[in-house]
């Protein structure tokens, strides 16, 4: 069968595009098209800006017939989460504090893909500022699964996860302060970096907990995500929290496989939280999957890991609570009812407590420092303990604790992603989880390319 143009990979639609066998306006169009058929199902858009893209369009085309070809991402419709912000057009945070709001200037990870030839086709919905949750009282309507629209597409980076996994774009930003780029990714099936702490500019984009906040891409491949990231990724004077370290080719080892190399499991941090039992098989599998391709497979464990999502949350309050301080005093109507009592929990922490928490992630940190030390690859995991909740429970407990697989990569400032991993209950999907040390981000996609070649997982569409 032939590929419809909306679930071309990035790799193969620049292919297309550069050598004159496709328009950028022709896959532009083809991405609208998708959106009117399928996001008054899915309501992955909060903004869609079809008239502006389409121009977009026409200029990289003709820029493109005039030799002036700027790379693999000219011409590719990508969208934005709604607090990346974005200079004449509104930027919401899904949020009736900035329904109308907006911005006088172009977040910095905005204009890099912007300048290397991408096309917005719009901003995607979210869970309110990255944090609330999908509420049918919330400013704008939730995004839904592809895979099955009476359950969630994952949080916060929901339209993101729904758009790039259902083919309105060919690949989307998110943000990650607990797990919300790999969360969507997990049960989207499609592959979200977080990238090292500082590898992205944070400048523009709606901060949750600064400390925590990470920008990165969402994509259907390991190549595509590695050529977002290759855009995206630098050194910003903008951003006080920026890198200054030398951004590598993120496609010059994909084919490299991962013979010889070792990658850890926290065997004892897996067993102390609930999996469901497809999850753990799936897990097994894709374990099977990298010994058989060379890789050596080895337990670990540190008592920190199990620590992470409850003290990682005590500092995401702490600092969101301070961000949202002046609203939640003045304007505390504009929250929806789930985020307003979260912020809210942030007084009852207490001074003693914050500082054990930042004490115990310096722990983990120098364990993290160790590990890699002892010769160690990289860490694989579970990216979700289980599939994605339906949208009914997900509305109905507010409260949920999250981030049990991913919020100790945040606390440390690590890279990890997250791909495709196989299907569970109701043909719904699993995520597989690779971490690495600091700024090694290109060891994480040769692995996960190893992997992703020798499953198959990323040729599978929703049923939409």
């Not at 990346?84 to 890099?112: E, I, K, N």
């Not at 729904?162 to 990650?176: I, P, R, W």
């Not at 995401?316 to 505390?332: D, S």
């Not at 909740?389 to 109905?396: I, Q």
Request: glycine content about 8%.
């Amino acid at each position: 069968m032939i590929e419809p143009l909306h679930y071309l990979t990035i790799a193969e639609a620049a292919d297309r595009i550069r050598s004159g066998h496709l328009s950028p306006v022709t896959l532009v169009q083809a991405c609208l098209d998708r959106i009117a058929d399928l996001d008054p199902k899915l309501h992955a858009f909060i903004t869609l800006t079809a008239e502006d893209a389409l121009a977009q369009a026409r200029t990289a085309q003709a820029e493109i017939a005039a030799g002036r070809y700027r790379g693999p991402l000219h011409g590719i419709p990508i969208a934005h989460k709604d607090i990346v912000c974005t200079r004449g057009l509104r930027t919401t945070a899904h949020s009736d504090q900035l329904r109308d709001w907006v911005p006088d200037a172009d977040a910095t990870v905005y204009t890099r893909l912007k300048d290397a030839g991408a096309i917005a086709l719009g901003k995607l919905s979210l869970w309110e500022f990255a944090y609330g949750n999908p509420s049918e009282s919330a400013a704008f309507p939730p995004a839904r699964n592809p895979w099955n629209v009476d359950y969630s597409p994952g949080g916060s980076s929901s339209g993101s996860g729904a758009a790039v996994s259902a083919g309105l774009c060919f690949g989307a930003t998110g943000t990650d302060t607990g797990g919300s780029i790999r969360h969507p990714a997990s049960v989207c099936s499609i592959v979200g970096m977080k990238p090292t702490f500082g590898r992205v500019s944070v400048h523009g984009v709606l901060p949750l907990a600064a400390s925590l906040d990470h920008v990165g891409p969402m994509t259907r491949t390991v190549r595509d995500n590695a050529l977002m990231l290759q855009a995206m990724a630098g050194y910003d004077p903008k951003d006080a929290a920026s890198a200054n370290a030398p951004v590598p080719d993120y496609g010059a080892s994909l084919a490299a496989g991962v013979k010889g190399m070792k990658l850890a499991v926290p065997r004892r941090f897996i067993a102390s939280n609930p999996h469901d039992a497809e999850c753990i098989w799936s897990f097994e599998e894709a374990l099977r999957v990298l010994r058989d391709l060379g890789a050596e497979t080895l337990d670990f464990d540190f008592p920190e890991i199990g620590l992470a999502a409850d003290l990682g949350t005590r500092i995401l309050l702490a600092e969101a609570h301070a961000y949202h301080r002046e609203n939640l005093q003045h304007r505390p109507e504009k929250f929806d009812r789930s985020l307003r009592e979260r912020l809210l929990a942030a007084t009852a922490i207490t001074d003693a407590e914050l500082q054990e928490a930042q004490e115990i992630r310096a722990a983990l940190v120098r364990k993290y420092t160790e590990l890699f030390a002892s010769g160690v690859d990289a860490i694989v995991s579970v990216g979700r303990e289980s599939i994605s909740d339906t949208m009914d429970v997900l509305m109905a407990s507010p409260g949920a604790r999250r981030g049990g697989c991913t919020r100790m990569y945040n606390l440390s400032g690590m890279p990890a992603l997250v791909l495709p991993m196989g299907f569970g209950a109701h043909g719904l999907p699993l995520g597989l989880q690779i971490a690495s040390d600091w700024f090694c981000e290109e060891r994480i996609y040769r692995i996960a390319a190893a992997y992703e070649a020798a499953s198959g997982w990323a040729a599978r569409h929703p049923p939409i």
